[in-house]
Structure formats: C-alpha cells, structure tokens
C-alpha cells in the first residue's frame, strides 16, 4: 500500500474516532495513535501554544504524544516546533541535523514534519511527527497532515 493509500484509509477513520467527541485532549490523543500506529513513526504528538504567566510569553507545551520522553516546553521561533508555529506554515525536514537551531529531544531523530494547527488566523497548536529514518516526509505527508488538522474539529 502506498502512503497515500494508508491516508486515505487513514482519515476517514480518523474522523470517526473523533466525531461527537468534543474532549481536545481525548480527540488529540486518538488522532496521534492513529497515526503513530499506521505509519510506525518514532515520535507523533501534539503541542500546545500556551501562555508562560512566569514569563510573560507565549510557548509550545507538549500535549498527548506516543513514543519516548520530549521535550515539555519550546519557545517561539526555536527548533522545528517553534519555527512552524512563527511561520504559521508547515515544516518538512529531511535531516533534522542541519536545520539551524533544532532542538534534539531526541538524539534517535533524524526527520521531521511539523504541521501547525490554525484556528481564526492563530496557530494554536502544532502536530510535530518525527522518523528514524532521513528523509521520511515529503508533500504527500504535508497535504494530508494539513488537511487533517484543517477539517478536524478538534480544538
């Protein structure tokens, strides 16, 4: 099955586990076993945007996630999280190595796709998949990613 096939398996179902439910956390939590589960990715989660009260700024607070330990909290504009969240726009990188500034969470990450959540013109979250693997994602992911954070009704 191709990775375009495996969406388009994928959303439909996506969109059953989440539909009535209005829980953010529950919905976010399914939505990223879904996916961690059908691409056998290392690391699917989400981030919240949240304000620091401590710090008087805005930054990244991990939300539901499968996969090993990350990173709690990331400002805005650092790594690939952060940078997704400044440009308001979805972030492919095939070798996370040597995008300038990243944030190793974990050292085992190697790619990364970071897709942001955008609700009445504000990202208000942003879905971070990272791979094992250079090179895992490309537009396929990108488009899918995106129109599944567009059209769930999640947050």
């Not at 709690?72 to 500034?101: K, L, M, N, Y």
Request: proline share 5%.
């Amino acid at each position: 099955m191709t990775k375009e096939e495996k969406y388009q398996n994928l959303l439909p179902q996506i969109q059953s586990l989440v539909s009535g439910e209005t829980d953010t956390i529950a919905n976010m939590a399914n939505v990223v076993a879904a996916l961690h589960e059908a691409f056998g990715f290392w690391w699917t989660g989400f981030y919240f945007v949240k304000n620091n009260a401590q710090k008087n700024t805005e930054e990244l607070v991990l939300g539901p996630f499968q996969g090993p330990i990350a990173c709690t909290r990331i400002p805005f504009g650092r790594g690939v999280c952060g940078t997704a969240w400044q440009r308001a726009e979805t972030i492919v990188v095939p070798d996370v190595h040597s995008f300038p500034g990243h944030i190793a969470c974990s050292s085992a990450s190697n790619s990364e796709i970071v897709v942001p959540v955008i609700r009445n013109e504000h990202v208000v979250a942003v879905l971070d998949i990272d791979s094992r693997e250079f090179g895992t994602f490309d537009d396929t992911d990108r488009r899918y990613l995106e129109l599944l954070t567009q059209n769930l009704n999640m947050l």
